[in-house]
Every structure is written in structure tokens, then in C-alpha cells.
């Protein structure tokens, strides 16, 4: 019998090698999380250095140009002031000149001192103690005064550094432009000097927020203005051999690296930017012990607990990531309604003040119209009364100061939405340019406007005040979205049958920026009123709105294109006035006589002595009322009876104008009337009966027209 033996293989089983592999999992993983975690913790460490040093430096540089920016301001105010002065002139005009250098110091807290020099390097004016009487300050040799001279034809301002002992923060930073007559000749120099004191005390309030940082101001020679923190020994230039100063002498004007300090020796990771386009820079830094230890510390705090919970960990953290998630969702829900609620509430707020506005302007505006009727009629009562006056430079004065008054009033009145629409022909090339004028004072220099009337454009008839507040608010919101600068285009010509769906001839006044445009999903919604893409504070959402119902009340429409970075175009299609319109002919200016009984309704004193005063010189005999129930009772009692009644329409006593001509119609429908109003919201109400209205402050000419054809 053949026997035969089996071996039996040694039993490793599952179980057993799992739980090896479990203890050197329990053993490694730990270990392995804690290295991948302090790898990814120096990293965000250099990172996170890396971005408070890029934060640090732009808002330094960014400080630093406002500051360059005043000043250059401040410059251009004192050229402004010394603008044809000669030397003589200057010296004469000392204290008056100093004062007003004094007076700008204490404006600017930045600067320290302020002094004029003339072409040869005499200080002529300085906001210090001037030099005891008969002595007087050279300055040929001074470096600010080499440049000016140096550079013939240059006005841009110049920057040098200077020491003063009594400055424990730095060097002064001296401040020059190169003043030139009217041929280019030099005359002189205006030099400011800048207190480091200014920068430091912001650096180290920029300092708080970021512990461990240094920050500096200094020139492209290396001269450092101020450094924060200031050096235990006072250190006045950087070596132009060190990296940074070789990198700013090859032409870069903004890096980040890792350099030692010229002024303490220690390795720092650096960052500096160039102050616009002068020789100054700035830059911020953190010493590379200062991160590592930040680092360290983070270590630690890792070490505590992820080796002792990296079991644990994984499971931990699945349930929090989803909870979380669920958190981070209710959060973010939670975040946009309120996001929405304060855009709501910000807006109804605006829009309350924009009707208070309104109102006080509508207000004033009425005020200021009685006043420039009383001025007005008694002009032109002086100029009956002797004649030969209209004539004279006062008067003629006194007329162009009411007429630009008059401008002034309705364009408040439009504002105020109290102006009713009067719609005149307009003609485009004529009107277009005058406004664009306008439009550069509400856009910043750096836009430039560009415009283009095709030479065939057909008139519009709509109203004057309402298209300028229309393109204004265009304006606006091109200046928003291009605060870089750029260009607004406007263009005019007659639309064709494609573009716009109505029925009759249009105008097209399109209006096109080069700003960062709108979203797709938004441009349904930029009509609507009260809805905005800027900031809280920054807008209304009104001013689209108001383009809109603008080209709505003229029958036409509105139409936006905008595309992201591709600009915005808002084109506004209004209705072609007719072949035969012309614009509106100047108005007579004769004085037609009259004769008959008027009485004259106004409640103030002033406008009613002069305007009864104006009307019995043409021929009038005048009753005057100051109330409609006073007017009603002289017209029933008079013995006298009336051939015509004028009445203001606001008026105290609790019935107005409209009110008084209504009752007349239906008890004396013989009996004429026409009223006088500066602005009411009752003024379509008038027109559609059917009432005669003139506006105040107006003509004497219309007012003599207007009564003469209704008596």
C-alpha cells in the first residue's frame, strides 16, 4: 500500500495580515497626515506671506499716489494764483501770498512747508518764519533747483529727498514743479515738502493689522523716506549694488523677492511697487524668521491634534462636511435675502431723499421765480419809465442775470419732477455740443467725450430739460462703469425702418461707453426701477429708468445692448418731428399797449406791486386780490365791473389758481383768465381744460401778449 503524507501550509490568515496592516496603518497614517499637513501648512504659510506683503504694498501705494495727487493739486492752485505775477508783484503780494501757503498747510497735513523761488534761486515766499528784513535765501545749488533748470519745457513735478534734523521718522520728501511764463520762459520754481511723519504714522497704523511687517517710501537712487519700523540706527540710502535697487535700475517697476535688509540684515521676503509714473516706491516685507515662526506655531497646533485624532479624523470630518454643507447652504440663503433687503431698503432710502430733495428744490425753485418776476418787470418798467436805458450795460446785465436764472429754476423744477412736459423742436446740431459741455463737468478727466450729428438729422420735439437729465444720467453710468477712463461716444442720425419696431420716423441718439459692461442675464431687468448692479450707496437704479419713461412720453423707446468687457450701448429712439418744424422763434420783445379793468390775484406783495406797476404803464387799470375768495368777492362787488382777471395759481387762502378760473368759467364764462405759475402739479389739469398758462418768471412782452389776446 503506498502511503502518502500531505503538508499543511502554515495558516496566515486573512484576519491576521488585515490586522498588520491595520497596526502599521495606526502607526504611519498619523504620521503621514501630520507630514502632509505641515508640507501644505508651510506652503499656505509663504502664501499667506505672500499675499499680506501684496496687500501691505497696495494699500501703501495706493495711499502714497492720493497723497501725490493733493499735492499736485495743491501745485496747480498756486500757478493758478501766480499766473501773470512778476517777481515784483510776488514780493509786493508777500503776506497775502503767505497766508494763503499758510492756509493751504493747514488743508493738507501732510506738507510742512510751501515756498516760491524765482529763476535764479531766490526764495521769494515761504509759509515758514520769513528771513530777518534785508537778507534773503538762495537756492542755485540745491537739487531741486538743478532739475527745474535742467529741464526746460517740463512742468511735471519733480521729487528729491532731503534730510532735516528735526524730522525723527525720516528725510523730508521735497516736492517741485518748474514755473514758465506764458512764451515758456523759466520763471521760477514752487517747491512743498512732505513731512515722513505723515507716512510713517500711517504705516504704522497699516502695521497693526499686520503683525510683523515693515513698510518704507523711498526713491529710485535708494534715499529712504520713512521706514516703519524706524531702524535703531538711522540709515539714509539703500545700497544701489542690493538686488532690489538693481531690479528698479533694470526697469521693473513692481516685484516680489526675498532680499537682506540694507537696513537691520535681516532676510525678508519684499515686495515693492512704483508710485505711478514718479521715482518714488514703495514697499512692504516680512522678515523670513517672522513667517517660519508663524509657521512653527501652526505646526504645533497641528502636532496636538492630528496625531492623536487621525483615526478618528476621517470619520469626524465626513459627518461634519456634510453638515456643513447643509450650514454653509442655510448661510449663504440666509446671506442673499439679506444681501436683497438692504439693496431694497438702500434704495427706498435714496429714493426718500431723492424726493425730499424734490421737494425742497421744487420749493425754492417756485421762491426764486417770484423773484425774478419782481426783477424782471421793474427792468423793464425803468426802461419805459427812461428811456434810452435798455441801452445801458446794467440793465442788459440785469435781463441776462434774469434769463439765467430762469434756466436755473426749471432745471431744478425738472429735477424735482414738478416741470411739466414741454415738448419743442429741437435741433440736434445746434443743441447736442452746448450739452456735452455740461456732460465734462459730471465726467472725470480721464473720459473723453466723443459726439457725431449726421449733417441730414431730422428735429425732434420733445422735452429740452428731460433729454438733458436723460443723457446725464448716461453719463453717470458710464463714468461707473469706466473708472479706469475711456471713451463716451454719442451718436446721432436718423433711424431706419430695422431698427426700431414702431410705427413712424425716429431719431436715434445713441450713447456707447468702453466699460466692463452688463451681464446677459441682467439686461432685461436695467429698465426696471430701483434695480442696480453697483454698491450699496453708489446708486439708485433710477437713472435707466428715468431714459426710460423719457423715451416712452416722447413715443418712442429705449433700447440697451452691453455685453461683459465689451461696453454698453443705450440708444434712444424719439420720434422725428415734422418736415415742416422749425425750432421755436425767439419771442417778441414789443410791449403791446392795452386798456381795460383787470384785476391782478397774487399773494405776494413784491410780485404783485411790480407786475400791476408794469401792467398800468402798458395802459391797465389794476384791482389787486391777494386770495381767490378775496378775488371772487371784489369781482361780485365791484362797481367797476372786470375785463380780464391774472392769477398765480399756488396761492395761500385754500383755493388756488385753477380753481378760481374753473368757478369763473362756470359763473362769468365771459370774463377772461389767465394764470401764472412757476411749477404745479396741477398744471396738465389746466392745459387740458383748456386754461391759459404762462410760466414764471416770465417776459413782460408774454405776459402783455398773453393778456392782450385773451381780453
Request: charged letters at 25%; aromatic letters at 6%; one cysteine or more.
Amino acid at each position: 500500500m503506498q502511503s502518502a503524507h500531505t503538508k499543511k501550509p502554515r495558516r496566515t490568515t486573512v484576519n491576521e495580515r488585515w490586522m498588520l496592516a491595520w497596526v502599521w496603518a495606526a502607526a504611519l497614517l498619523p504620521a503621514a497626515m501630520f507630514g502632509v499637513a505641515a508640507w501644505q501648512s508651510h506652503a499656505n504659510a509663504w502664501q499667506q506671506a505672500q499675499a499680506d506683503i501684496d496687500h501691505a504694498v497696495r494699500i501703501a501705494n495706493e495711499h502714497a499716489q492720493r497723497v501725490m495727487q493733493t499735492h499736485e493739486l495743491v501745485f496747480d492752485r498756486i500757478d493758478e494764483e501766480l499766473s501773470g505775477l512778476s517777481d515784483a508783484q510776488i514780493i509786493d503780494s508777500h503776506d497775502q501770498i503767505r497766508q494763503q501757503l499758510l492756509r493751504t498747510l493747514q488743508r493738507v497735513p501732510a506738507l510742512k512747508t510751501l515756498s516760491v523761488w524765482d529763476n535764479e534761486g531766490r526764495q521769494l515766499v515761504t509759509s515758514d518764519e520769513p528771513p530777518a528784513k534785508g537778507s534773503e535765501v538762495r537756492a542755485p545749488d540745491r537739487e531741486f533747483f538743478r532739475l527745474a533748470t535742467a529741464e526746460a519745457g517740463r512742468t511735471a513735478t519733480r521729487y528729491t529727498v532731503a534730510p532735516d534734523p528735526s524730522e525723527s521718522t525720516g528725510q523730508l520728501l521735497m516736492m517741485s514743479r518748474r514755473r514758465e511764463d506764458r512764451m515758456g520762459r523759466f520763471v521760477g520754481v514752487v517747491v512743498a515738502s512732505v513731512r515722513p511723519s505723515y507716512f510713517f504714522d500711517f504705516y504704522t497704523e497699516l502695521g497693526r493689522t499686520e503683525p510683523g511687517m515693515s513698510l518704507s517710501l523711498f526713491d529710485q537712487s535708494g534715499r529712504i523716506i520713512t521706514r516703519m519700523p524706524a531702524p535703531e540706527l538711522p540709515v539714509q540710502r539703500a545700497p544701489m549694488t542690493g538686488h532690489m535697487m538693481q531690479r528698479i535700475a533694470a526697469g521693473e517697476n513692481a516685484a516680489m523677492l526675498t532680499i537682506t535688509s540694507p537696513v537691520d540684515q535681516q532676510r525678508r521676503l519684499i515686495a515693492y511697487r512704483r508710485i505711478d509714473d514718479t521715482p518714488l516706491y514703495t514697499a512692504a516685507g516680512k522678515a523670513n524668521e517672522v513667517i517660519l515662526a508663524e509657521w512653527r506655531s501652526t505646526l504645533w497646533l497641528l502636532a496636538a491634534f492630528i496625531v492623536p485624532m487621525a483615526g478618528a479624523l476621517a470619520y469626524v470630518a465626513a459627518i461634519a462636511r456634510r453638515r456643513t454643507q447643509r450650514e454653509v447652504q442655510a448661510l449663504r440663503r440666509l446671506n442673499k435675502e439679506a444681501d436683497k433687503r438692504l439693496k431694497i431698503e438702500a434704495a427706498l432710502r435714496q429714493s426718500q431723499k431723492l424726493e425730499a430733495m424734490g421737494h425742497l428744490t421744487g420749493g425754492v425753485a417756485h421762491d426764486v421765480n417770484n423773484l425774478l418776476m419782481v426783477v424782471n418787470n421793474n427792468a423793464h418798467l425803468l426802461e419805459r419809465m427812461r428811456p434810452g436805458m435798455d441801452t445801458t450795460p446794467a440793465i442788459n446785465s440785469i435781463k441776462r442775470a434774469v434769463e439765467a436764472g430762469t434756466r436755473l429754476t426749471r432745471q431744478l423744477l425738472a429735477f424735482s419732477r414738478r416741470q411739466a412736459w414741454r415738448a419743442e423742436v429741437i435741433d440736434l446740431r445746434r443743441w447736442l455740443p452746448s450739452v456735452t459741455d455740461l456732460l465734462r463737468h459730471t465726467l472725470t478727466q480721464s473720459i473723453r467725450i466723443e459726439h457725431e450729428v449726421a449733417h441730414d438729422i431730422r428735429m425732434v420735439s420733445v422735452d429740452a430739460a428731460e433729454l438733458e437729465l436723460a443723457l446725464i444720467n448716461l453719463a453717470i453710468n458710464a463714468r461707473d462703469a469706466m473708472p479706469e477712463g475711456g471713451a463716451l461716444r454719442i451718436l446721432v442720425r436718423n433711424a431706419g425702418k430695422e431698427d426700431v419696431s414702431l410705427d413712424g420716423e425716429f431719431v436715434e441718439i445713441r450713447v456707447s461707453d468702453e466699460g466692463v459692461g452688463i451681464p446677459p442675464e441682467l439686461l432685461e431687468r436695467v429698465f426696471e426701477p430701483f434695480f442696480t448692479t453697483k454698491e450699496i450707496g453708489k446708486g439708485t437704479g433710477l437713472g435707466l429708468s428715468q431714459v426710460y419713461g423719457f423715451c416712452k412720453q416722447a413715443g418712442g423707446v429705449a433700447v440697451i445692448h452691453s455685453s461683459p468687457g465689451s461696453g454698453t450701448a443705450v440708444s434712444m429712439f424719439l420720434l422725428a418731428a415734422p418736415e415742416a418744424s422749425a425750432p421755436p422763434p425767439p419771442p417778441s420783445t414789443a410791449l403791446p399797449e392795452g386798456d381795460g379793468h383787470v384785476l391782478l390775484v397774487e399773494d405776494n406783495d413784491d410780485v404783485a406791486a411790480a407786475t400791476a406797476a408794469l401792467l398800468e404803464r402798458l395802459g391797465y387799470r389794476i384791482t389787486r386780490a391777494s386770495s381767490a375768495p378775496q378775488a371772487l368777492a371784489l369781482i361780485d362787488s365791484s362797481e367797476e365791473p372786470f375785463d380780464g382777471v391774472l392769477s398765480d395759481i399756488v396761492m395761500a387762502g385754500g383755493m388756488d389758481g385753477i380753481e378760481l378760473a374753473l368757478a369763473l368759467r362756470q359763473s362769468r364764462p365771459e370774463l377772461p383768465v389767465v394764470l401764472m405759475t412757476g411749477y404745479t402739479s396741477r398744471l396738465e389739469a389746466a392745459i387740458a381744460a383748456g386754461l391759459t398758462v404762462i410760466a414764471k418768471p416770465c417776459q413782460p412782452a408774454e405776459l402783455a401778449g398773453a393778456l392782450a389776446r385773451a381780453m
